[in-house]
């Protein structure tokens, strides 16, 4: 009986001890990851502010007046932009015609909302799960998947247009506050949000060879895009 009670005893202070290394991990993870993030709003620029979530997310917003050229509506439920999938694709595939690059298409005809640039894997995607008009854009996801160095490039220049064709002039600030060019682990979290206006940009970034993501997401409010509560024809 002795030896056994020993034997829990023994049991017991190796789980304790086994406890107390993961949460000193932990603690040294969560250290660095707010170690990281200091050092990057030390850095801001003076026209960006930052909040963080309660898991210390962080959100960026410009604090100065920024160039919008798609309007945003919304209700109780969702928002949307003022513009359509096929204006933003035609558009995007503009300035990829005149840079030479091969337009994004269609992936598969059953779901029209998913493009490629190679014809296999999905480039460019439109998310309508709430929406009222499903040609609307409610959002965006951009696979930022780089396998080799061709496409990388191809893909550095999609984050550089469509940031372009959303909120002009305000590239550089999103893409250097983002972290978008950086590699995986100079960047101070996982997920990060930047508001431009009215517009969110959510970098997502994936973990082993799952592939980072660019979210383009409107940001309804009646100061920047009046008091509409409900579709209003696109531009």
Partial sequence: MKKVWLLIIGAALVAASLSACAGSDEDRSSSSVSDGLQHLESNLNENVKVSRSALGVPTYEVTTPVEIRYGTGGNQYVEWFQTTNERVISDLNQRLKEKGYAELKILNEKN???YSYDGSTWTLSFNNTRGIDETLVYEMELNLAVPDSETAKIKGFYVAALI????????????????IYQNKSERASKTMHMVCGNTKYTLKTGEGDTADRLIIAPVYTEKTSGDSAKPAQPE
């Fill in 112 to 114: 029209p909302g998913i």
């Fill in 164 to 179: 372009d064709m959303f909120n002009p002039g305000q590239r550089d600030l999103i893409t250097e506050t983002l972290g």
